[in-house]
Structures are given as structure tokens and as C-alpha cells.
């Protein structure tokens, strides 16, 4: 390794030690995870008392099971189970499905009377990469449903029978209703223990609040005057929300942008299970604020109005086949997670929640001011900074000119170009100031051609560059503050939803990969089509890599592996990008375009002449040492004498 490659990788360390540092909690912070690891204790220990306790209401419950099952089952007339069964809930186990619409600006809504639940969701301005509506989960993919005992039963609201209770104005319509602009509608799904009767005091209520122009929606679970119907030890109801998910878009590899589970901590931290793995689960102990089941581009997303005690969450590639559907590959992966609600008895009880049905869009979810757009992989530190405060800002300000979205790239890249412009010329003047040293440097390689004599040249390198007044870490540190952009731009155009089915050129859609040419096979690692702008992006990458390593001098033929791995990269990034988002293979293609028209133009602007007559004055002024320099000095003297000895 030349003394480049050593300045960049000490940089890099400095940058990663500092880092390291820098996120070092403070004694406070430290404090308070110790308080947060006191409380989960507690909470965990009055949950296993809890579970303790219902499970042995459980016991008993299943002794009574065991004892019906060893007697014939008593039926009504209709066949329905009779009070032995479900109890005080039996009246409310019979009844007719019914699907109520509720169709606003954004969504169509179904909920069903059996559970009172929300059955099936469609988003209404978005379409699946197939043309099909867009399904988020029907009722049959999914469900929502509260447990509790009760007389020694378990008691499942996905079982009973709810009927709808108008607390606004009564639509016209009740099994279809239309909402548009600021219109709202605020109704309840009703179970009563005894059935579906009139005037009676005690009931579940599932209220459901629309609005016509959000995604967002409230949802309250009230339990009133349920003392009699509801096991008196029972302090934890539990809620379990499932859902297959339905697959929307063509491309399915999309590192650190795939479909899983997303919750967030009360104390705002946002953390996921596994994207890529078959299964992941996680119990969580401490309170949570939310929890989604998160697909690239859309996002169902439960919400507590306090928190959730505590969660346990599931997420599984074997999604079951629901009448072939897995088969022809419209359902994409399950998601799980069980909830316990406290339940203290009392005349009314009331769990207030949100639900967030709706697209992973920056902007929409950043105003509801709960970390929801976490769930848009931006990156981390610098790179999310970079996403959010710069590159999304201008992305969205073009795009109120109404241009196609290819054109915006290209005016991104075209702004950080000119951005990184400075950066860029005092990259290539340092290159220019290394090529007039080149015929130096070339010379005491040939002054010192034994390995052994290698201190010997370094130092002799290290003089000359000193005298000549040349830096040769200033081309080094240019390139790793460009790093963080290039990377960010890896991660803002795979999540951008602006993108998708957004057309240009030959790109049909320029979220997902385009395709010129279907293999009749599949290559590992590659995929079984072939993308154009891949191509064309690996290709100028190549030029490029040429370009520069002529540009700068000596140093590549002093380090001939770096010089091959230099070339090997391009070619990864063909198989790593071929199933990618086509705009970052089109933004990694304008960017090296306009790198090309960098080049040429400073080159030009550029006198190499001037530069060498400014290097032969500099030799000629007398150089002081630098204390690193010193040290290295009395380093070799050291091991000059040791070897003498």
C-alpha cells in the first residue's frame, strides 16, 4: 500500500473511533436504561403473575372442555351451540356476516358484523404492478380479535356478532357509505353478551371514526358495564392482529427495504424484525407506541393512544395457500402480533387506538409526528440527515412542476454535481499536482528497486512531496466526503413511492428494475432478465475507473491488485443492481456522465505547466519538518542502529 491508501484507511478509523465515541452513552443515559431495566422487571413480573392466573383459569376451562367432549354435544334446532358452550355469549355467536363499506378520498374500507372488525382495506389512487386494485389484506388473510374468559370460557369477539350503532348523522346508505373532503363519520360496531337486543347496559363497542381525506382513522375499544360478563381476575385482555400480506410490486430484493414487522418504543427508538429472514419473533417487555406490518411501499400500522404494556411479534415467509393465490405469487408474507391490554373492571373501560392504512410516503407519514417515517429506510446518521433535509426537500419542490420523473433525476444530479463541484476540482488538481510528479517519483523507484530499501523510498517520496508542496491526501479526503451522498442516493431511490410506476425511456417503472431482454433461465446472484441502465451505468462506471487511474499517476502501478479490484467492483455492482430500482442505476449513470464533463473541463481549465513551475519554486524554499515527519526520521534511525548492532 502506498501512503494514499494509509492516510485514507487512518481517516476512516479516525471517523469510525469518533463515532464510536460520540454515540458513548452518557452517565445519565446510563441511569436511565439501568431505571427502564427496573421497570421492564417489574412489568414482567406482574405479567407471569397474570398469565399465571389465567392459566389456571385456562385449566379449568379445558376440564370443562374435556368433560363436554365426552358428552354429546347439546344443539338448538338451527344446530347453533346452546349456553354450555360459550355461556352468556351464546345469543351473540349466531347472527348474519354483513359487510359494511365505508369509502372515502384515500381508501374503501369493509367491516365486518362478525367480530366487528375492519376486513378488508383497498387504497384507491394506487394500483398493484399487475394493474390490480391494491388489497392490503381481505378477510379472509387476516384477523382482529380480543380474548378474555369468562365463567370458566374463553370468549373470542371474532366469534360473535356485532351490529352497527350510528353515533353521527344515520347514512342513507348503511351498507355503503360515501365520504369526501372534511366529511367525517363516527360509528360503532356493538356486541351485547346476550345478542343483538335493544336498550340492554352492557355491550362492546368497536368505534370507528373516517375521514375523508386521511389515511389515518381512530379506533376506540370500549368495554361497558362488562363486571358480570368478564372474569373478575382477569387484568390482561388479549389482542391478536394477523394479517398475509398481498404482494404489490414486481421487484422482490430490495435489501433494507422488504416487508416485516416495525414497532416503536415510548421512548421514540424504532426498531424491525428480520426482512430476509424465513421466520423472525421477538417478545417485547416494555411499552410500545406502534406496531406495522410494513411493505416497501405501504404500511398497516396499529397505534396506541398511551402504549402497549407489552407485545409479542411474529413475522413468517410460508404464507398458507389461500385458493392458489400463493401460487401464482400475490401474497408476499405473514405478520403477527398479540398485545396485552390491562383490563380493569369498571362501568366503562376504554382502549383508544389509531389505525394508519396507506402508502409509505414521507411527507404524509412525518405529519402525524410519531416516528412513522422511520418506516421509509433512509438510512442512518449522516445519510438519513442527507435524505430528509436535502435530497427529499429538493426532490419534492420539482415535483411540483408537474415533470416527467426521469427529468427530476436528472436535475437532482445535476444540483449535487454542482454541489460537489469544489470538492471535484481540488480532487483533479491533486491528481494534476501528482502527474507532474510522476517522472520523480518513477525515479526513485528505480533508486531504491530492493524490497529492503522500501523505508528508504517512502522517505525519500515523503521529502519530495514535501518540498514540492503537494499533498497527497488531498484527492484522498474529496472522495470520502462524496461517499455519504453516493450511499444515501443507494437508499433514497429504492424507497421513494414517488417513483413507482413512474415510466421513462424504456423503464416502465422506475421503482423497480427494467428489463430488456427475459432470460429463459435464471443466473445466480443476476436474475433471469437483463437491465439496460445497469448496463450502461456498470460500463461508464469501467470508463471512469480508466479515466482516473491515468489521471493519477504512478500510484496504481505501485499497487497492481488495487488496480484489478478497481475494476472488479463495477462488475459486482451489474449483478447487484440488476433486480434494484432503475432510477439508482440511471442516477449512477448521470452522475458518471457528468463526471466525464467534469473532467474534460477542468482538465482544460487546468495548466500543468503553471503547476510544475509553482512546484519547482516551492522545492526551492526551505522545508521544515513536520513533528510526524520527525518521529518517522528517528523511527528509521532506530532501526538503522538495531540492524547494525
Not at 494514499?4 to 441511569?31: A, C, D, H, K, M
Not at 442512518?380 to 433535509?389: H, Q, T, V
Not at 462524496?482 to 433514497?492: E, G, V
Amino acid at each position: 500500500m502506498d501512503r494514499n491508501t494509509i492516510i485514507g484507511l487512518l481517516l476512516i478509523f479516525v471517523i469510525l473511533i469518533g463515532y464510536s465515541i460520540w454515540q458513548q452513552p452518557s452517565p445519565e443515559e446510563i441511569r436511565r436504561q439501568q431505571e427502564i431495566r427496573d421497570s421492564i422487571a417489574r412489568v414482567e413480573q406482574q405479567r407471569a403473575k397474570a398469565i399465571e392466573e389465567q392459566e389456571k383459569e385456562q385449566a379449568r376451562d379445558e376440564n370443562t372442555a374435556e368433560q363436554q367432549e365426552s358428552e354429546p354435544q347439546q344443539q338448538d334446532e338451527q344446530g347453533q351451540p346452546d349456553e354450555s358452550v360459550l355461556g352468556p355469549f351464546t345469543a351473540a355467536s349466531r347472527g348474519e356476516d354483513k359487510d359494511y363499506t365505508i369509502i372515502t378520498d384515500k381508501m374503501e374500507v369493509k367491516v365486518s358484523s362478525k367480530g366487528g372488525r375492519i376486513s378488508k382495506v383497498r387504497l384507491r389512487n394506487y394500483q398493484t404492478y399487475d394493474s390490480l386494485p391494491l388489497v392490503l389484506f381481505t378477510k379472509d388473510s387476516s384477523r382482529f380479535n380480543f380474548a378474555f374468559f369468562s365463567n370458566n370460557r374463553t370468549i373470542n369477539t371474532k366469534d360473535l356478532y356485532f351490529k352497527p350503532v350510528w353515533l353521527t348523522e344515520e347514512p342513507y346508505n348503511k351498507k355503503r357509505i360515501e365520504l369526501t373532503g372534511s366529511d367525517s363519520l363516527s360509528f360503532a360496531m356493538r356486541m351485547y353478551p346476550g345478542g343483538q337486543g335493544e336498550g340492554k347496559d352492557s355491550y362492546i363497542d368497536f368505534v370507528y371514526t373516517f375521514y375523508g381525506d386521511q389515511y389515518m382513522l381512530d379506533f376506540d375499544v370500549e368495554f361497558i358495564n362488562m363486571n358480570d360478563y368478564i372474569a373478575n381476575n382477569v387484568s390482561y385482555l388479549n389482542l391478536d392482529w394477523y394479517a398475509e400480506l398481498k404482494r404489490h410490486d414486481k421487484s422482490l430484493r430490495n435489501v433494507g427495504n422488504g416487508a416485516t414487522v416495525y414497532y416503536r418504543f415510548a421512548d421514540e427508538d424504532v426498531e424491525n424484525l428480520s426482512e430476509t429472514d424465513d421466520r423472525d419473533e421477538e417478545t417485547i417487555s416494555t411499552k410500545l407506541k406502534w406496531v406495522a406490518f410494513k411493505q416497501r411501499f405501504f404500511s398497516s400500522v396499529l397505534i396506541a393512544d398511551n402504549a402497549f404494556d407489552n407485545a409479542e411479534l411474529l413475522t413468517v415467509d410460508e404464507t398458507p395457500d389461500v385458493e392458489g393465490e400463493k401460487e401464482k405469487g400475490h401474497y408476499l408474507r405473514t405478520m403477527r402480533a398479540q398485545f396485552g391490554i390491562p383490563y380493569t373492571p369498571s362501568e366503562k373501560l376504554e382502549v383508544p387506538m389509531k389505525f394508519y392504512f396507506g402508502p409509505n410516503k414521507y411527507n404524509i407519514l412525518k405529519k402525524h409526528d410519531i416516528g412513522l417515517e422511520e418506516l421509509i429506510p433512509l438510512g442512518w446518521g449522516i445519510l438519513s440527515w442527507i435524505n430528509r433535509f436535502a435530497v427529499i426537500p429538493v426532490f419534492n419542490f420539482l415535483e411540483g412542476f408537474n415533470i416527467n420523473y426521469g427529468i427530476i433525476i436528472l436535475i437532482l444530479t445535476i444540483l449535487l454535481k454542482l454541489v460537489l463541484f469544489p470538492i471535484a476540482y481540488k480532487t483533479y488538481k491533486s491528481q494534476a499536482k501528482m502527474r507532474v510528479l510522476k517522472p520523480e517519483i518513477d525515479e526513485l523507484s528505480k533508486k531504491f528497486p530492493k524490497k529492503e530499501d522500501a523505508m528508504k523510498k517512502q522517505q525519500a517520496t515523503m521529502s519530495l512531496y514535501k518540498k514540492a508542496g503537494v499533498n497527497p491526501a488531498a484527492g484522498c479526503v474529496p472522495m470520502l466526503l462524496q461517499l455519504p451522498i453516493l450511499i444515501a442516493m443507494f437508499r433514497f431511490f429504492p424507497a421513494s413511492i414517488e417513483l413507482r410506476q413512474q415510466s421513462f425511456l424504456w423503464a416502465t417503472d422506475l421503482s423497480s428494475y427494467d428489463s430488456i431482454l427475459s432470460l429463459p433461465f435464471s443466473i445466480p446472484f443476476y436474475g433471469d432478465h437483463v437491465s439496460l441502465f445497469t448496463l450502461l451505468m456498470t460500463a461508464s462506471t469501467i470508463l471512469y475507473t480508466k479515466m482516473n487511474s491515468e489521471m493519477m499517476g504512478s500510484s496504481n502501478q505501485q499497487m497492481p491488485g488495487m488496480k484489478t479490484m478497481m475494476y472488479i467492483m463495477p462488475v459486482m455492482l451489474l449483478f447487484f443492481l440488476n433486480n434494484y430500482a432503475s432510477a439508482l442505476s440511471y442516477y449512477y449513470l448521470l452522475a458518471n456522465l457528468i463526471t466525464f464533463g467534469q473532467m474534460f473541463l477542468i482538465k482544460r481549465s487546468i495548466d500543468e505547466d503553471k503547476i510544475r513551475k509553482q512546484i519547482a519554486q516551492n522545492k526551492k524554499k526551505p522545508v521544515k519538518k513536520s513533528k510526524w515527519q520527525q518521529r518517522m526520521e528517528k523511527m528509521a534511525r532506530e532501526q538503522k542502529n538495531a540492524r547494525k548492532r
